[in-house]
């Protein structure tokens, strides 16, 4: 897949990296501003450094001390994630999450989370890297959340199997934890919402969509897309959110001419 990338007006060079300018350059193209009240997962910088200078950045998906502890060995002054470590409601700094917060504090460490932005973003976000490695046409927006269309709809340019679009979407060879061939044996539609979208499934019948493509599997919808006719394709929760932090990966090496490491953390859920 090829992804071409806007031009910025920024002009960082590696050594001037600070967190503050690397949170300005992520909110240039990312729209964190926009999500704050439909997402409470405290988008942005979320465990600061000590504000010096930063000459690596890590990616991952998730903020987790297999994560940090990797981010650590390779010199990473910053941690890019999708999933980050707070949700909405306040948290006691105790037991797992103080473990995480003094890790990061004790190898200064920055921290910062992009969850909902990220999904949604049509060249940098998880949906609409899926729906250009699936290939759709007429791509457009598809399935609410909190008030906010966060994933992608579109058609394919010539009907292809849900074992085919599996094909297209596998991350390092990993295959996806569910293929529910409910429906049409070749497909003409797609919807997508990545991780944890499965109940959006319902939004995928309404609209007559011929394949729904999302992270997790869930029991609660496996009988109404069968009853449907819509086929479903659980690609994991993991392998379905690499692709965004991998493409502001990409963008960060391009423009800001920084070092920078994916680290590949799988789940296998």
Same mark, same amino acid.
């Given at each position: !897949?090829?992804?071409?990338?806007?031009?910025?007006?920024?002009?960082?060079? !590696?050594?001037?990296?600070?967190? &503050? +300018?690397?949170?300005? #350059?992520?909110?240039? #193209?990312?729209?964190?501003? %926009? #999500?704050?009240?439909?997402?409470?997962?405290?988008?942005?910088?979320?465990?600061?450094?000590? /504000?010096?200078?930063?000459?690596?950045?890590?990616?991952?998906?998730?903020?987790?001390?297999?994560?940090?502890?990797?981010?650590?060995?390779?010199?990473?002054?910053?941690?890019?994630?999708?999933?980050?470590?707070?949700? /909405?409601?306040?948290?006691?700094?105790?037991?797992? *999450?103080?473990?995480?917060?003094?890790?990061?504090?004790? =190898?200064?460490?920055? *921290?910062? /989370?992009?969850? *909902?932005? @990220?999904?949604?973003?049509?060249?940098?976000?998880?949906?609409?890297?899926?729906?250009?490695?699936?290939? @759709?046409?007429?791509?457009?927006?598809?399935? %609410?959340?909190?008030?906010?269309?966060?994933?992608?709809?579109?058609?394919? $340019? +010539?009907?292809?199997?849900?074992?085919?679009?599996?094909?297209?979407?596998?991350?390092?060879?990993?295959?996806?934890?569910?293929?529910?061939?409910? /429906?049409?044996?070749?497909?003409?539609?797609? &919807?997508?919402?990545?991780?944890?979208?499965? $109940?959006?499934?319902?939004?995928?019948?309404?609209?007559?969509?011929?394949?729904?493509?999302?992270?997790?599997?869930?029991?609660?919808?496996?009988?109404?897309?069968?009853? %449907?006719? !819509?086929?479903?394709?659980?690609?994991?929760?993991?392998?379905?959110?690499?692709?965004?932090?991998?493409?502001?990966?990409? =963008?960060?090496?391009?423009?800001?001419?920084?070092?920078?490491?994916?680290?590949?953390?799988?789940?296998?859920?």
């Amino acid at each position: !897949m090829v992804v071409s990338y806007p031009a910025f007006c920024y002009t960082f060079s !590696m050594s001037e990296i600070t967190t &503050a +300018k690397f949170d300005t #350059f992520i909110k240039g #193209f990312l729209d964190i501003e %926009g #999500f704050i009240s439909a997402d409470n997962s405290l988008n942005g910088i979320q465990v600061d450094n000590d /504000g010096s200078a930063v000459r690596k950045i890590a990616f991952a998906v998730d903020a987790a001390m297999e994560t940090f502890e990797q981010a650590s060995a390779i010199n990473a002054g910053i941690l890019f994630v999708h999933h980050g470590l707070f949700w /909405g409601n306040p948290a006691r700094i105790e037991k797992v *999450l103080r473990q995480r917060i003094k890790f990061l504090l004790d =190898h200064n460490i920055c *921290l910062y /989370g992009v969850h *909902l932005p @990220l999904d949604q973003h049509l060249q940098f976000g998880n949906n609409g890297i899926l729906a250009q490695l699936l290939g @759709l046409e007429n791509i457009e927006p598809f399935g %609410g959340y909190h008030g906010k269309k966060v994933g992608y709809k579109g058609t394919f $340019p +010539k009907p292809i199997t849900i074992d085919e679009a599996a094909k297209k979407i596998d991350f390092m060879n990993r295959p996806p934890i569910g293929v529910f061939p409910f /429906g049409k044996k070749e497909n003409q539609t797609a &919807a997508i919402m990545s991780g944890g979208a499965a $109940p959006n499934a319902r939004d995928a019948i309404e609209n007559g969509v011929d394949l729904f493509v999302t992270g997790e599997s869930s029991h609660n919808i496996y009988h109404e897309c069968l009853e %449907g006719k !819509m086929n479903l394709l659980c690609g994991g929760h993991y392998c379905t959110e690499v692709w965004g932090v991998r493409a502001v990966m990409e =963008h960060c090496k391009k423009e800001l001419g920084i070092d920078v490491e994916f680290i590949d953390a799988p789940t296998g859920l």
